[in-house]
């Protein structure tokens, strides 16, 4: 399942395991910078990579938009 993340920082394309891990991983992302918020958040991603577990970090700070 692909699910897409905003915030202030920008737009993640996700996919989501649905096996024993349920890993939620990046499959794209668009950031930009506009205020300080984004900054920060920002900040918070720029060592994740595409394909990185991000299940914890998304529920934090970014709101889940659509599934598909």
């Known amino acids: ?3 897409m993340y905003e ?7 996700c996919r989501i395991d649905d096996g024993e891990k349920n890993e939620i ?3 794209d992302k668009y950031l ?4 300080k918020e984004a ?4 900040g918070e ?4 990579k ?3 577990n991000l299940c ?7 709101a889940k938009t659509s599934t598909w």
């Open 45 to 48: 991603i720029k060592n994740h």
């Open 7 to 13: 915030s202030t920082a920008g737009i993640l394309l």
């Open 1 to 3: 399942m692909l699910m």
């Open 25 to 27: 991983k990046i499959v």
């Open 56 to 62: 914890g970090f998304l529920k934090k700070t970014w």
């Open 39 to 42: 900054i920060n958040i920002l």
């Open 32 to 35: 930009f910078k506009e205020n």
């Open 50 to 52: 595409i394909g990185d």
